[in-house]
């Protein structure tokens, strides 16, 4: 199975901070890697499809980056609405697998 | 508005079976594949079962087979997990999520039903 990896585990930022958060395969996903975000409660919302492609009704704040087995998403200007925890999602093979996500909280 | 309700929620000892439900409405439920995920206490996600459109294939994660089934019926819109030889780690939440077609990732998510093994 392919191991999926994110850092950091837990994240402290600002309102209007540029956010960062990383996502690593153990081999190449082809782009195969998709993000969610879980508030607490409730379940996975899917915000990133295909390393880039912002789903539907998703705000463009986020975006995504990515190839091989690196990926990344950005909030460009975090809001008080977006402290939640964040999953990346590798398609590129049977069984698809999850990270352990990242937290984003408020500073 | 697509909206997927699951159900059977409870507590059970090892070792013994349960019934999840997972109702859909607002898209057509014939059409689209579907899958259970479950998450444990304070963990990740772990996709466990998929269900083509017509129930011609199933497919099950490695944690799960043998003991878990994945079925459904189009006619009643409703997506069905059994689970049978309950283990403590089976002990989660249980999502199911509507397959999209064209790209095969979760586009909706029910909001879940939680599974509790203990004796």
Known sequence: DIQMTQSPSFLSASVGERVTLSCRASQNINKYLDWYQQKLGEAPKLLIYNTNNLHTGIPSRFSGSGSGTDYTLTISSLQPEDVATYFCLQRNSWPYTFGAGTKLELK | ?119
Do not use: H
Request: net charge neutral; glycine share 8%.
């Open chain 2, 1 to 119: 508005e697509v909206q997927l309700v699951e159900s059977g929620e409870g507590l059970v000892q090892p070792g013994s079976s349960m019934k999840l439900s997972c109702v859909a409405s607002g898209f057509t439920f014939s059409n689209y594949g579907m899958n259970w995920i479950r998450q444990a206490p304070k963990k990740g996600l772990e996709w466990i079962a998929l269900i083509y459109y017509d129930s011609s294939s199933k497919y099950y994660a490695d944690s799960v087979k043998g003991r878990f089934t994945i079925s459904r019926d189009n006619s009643k819109n409703t997506l069905y997990l059994e689970m049978n030889s309950l283990r403590s780690e089976d002990t989660a939440m249980y999502y199911c999520a509507k397959l999209d077609n064209n790209y095969w990732y979760f586009d909706f998510w029910g909001p879940g039903t939680m599974v509790t093994v203990s004796s």
